[in-house]
């Protein structure tokens, strides 16, 4: 069964499938366009070596997309009533590091990291307006769609599998495109 059962029928259509992959790939694109020159604007100094930041970053959100995919694709599932029956602390924490993913070896936890790091820039960066709300919503939306995955019994179908790597994909991307360049500093007059 899928995470959006009624998207299921509307994406039979080619029309709409190509929509949907289109507009996938385009807010992945548009958010980290808005990440990327959030980056270099709160950290000025990274300008210097704008290329070498930006292929650090597109290696790292690029091993995220990849390793992201096959966990949202068939997520471990959690079942939160076993949280109340566990008996010692070994199943407590047992059940924290499935919650949180960490339980599946190092390059998981790099996956989270990168997620995690995201979050963290998205907060000190100083993003503003109907951008910050844009980078907002939609990471909201791909949270509530992953945890959504794993703690029911509702798993993604092949195309919502598709439409998760492609946004990963288009975040990847407009991360790149995002810090590939200088940002010119604003005239005074201007600010």
Known sequence: MALIEFLVDVFQDPVFSILGILFATAVGLVQ??????????????????VKKVSFSLFGLF?????????????????DIFS????NNTAEVASI?????????????????????????????????????GFVFFFSLLI?????????????????EVLLYFLFQLGLTVGIFA??????????????
């Open 96 to 132: 924290i590091f499935l919650i949180f993913g960490v339980n599946t070896g190092f390059l998981a936890v790099l996956a989270i990291s990168v997620t995690i790091m995201t979050l963290v820039l998205m907060k000190l960066t100083q993003i503003q307006g109907i951008a910050k």
């Open 143 to 159: 949270l509530f769609l992953t945890g959504l995955s794993r703690f029911t019994d509702l798993t993604p179908s092949s195309f």
């Open 62 to 78: 690029l091993i995220n997309a990849i390793l992201s995919v096959p966990r949202f694709a068939s997520p471990e599932k959690i």
């Open 178 to 191: 995002g810090t590939f360049r200088k940002i010119k500093p604003i005239p005074p007059k201007w600010k």
């Open 83 to 86: 949280i109340a029956q566990a």
């Open 32 to 49: 980290g366009i808005i990440l990327g020159r959030a980056i270099l604007i709160r950290f000025p100094r990274l300008q210097n070596n």
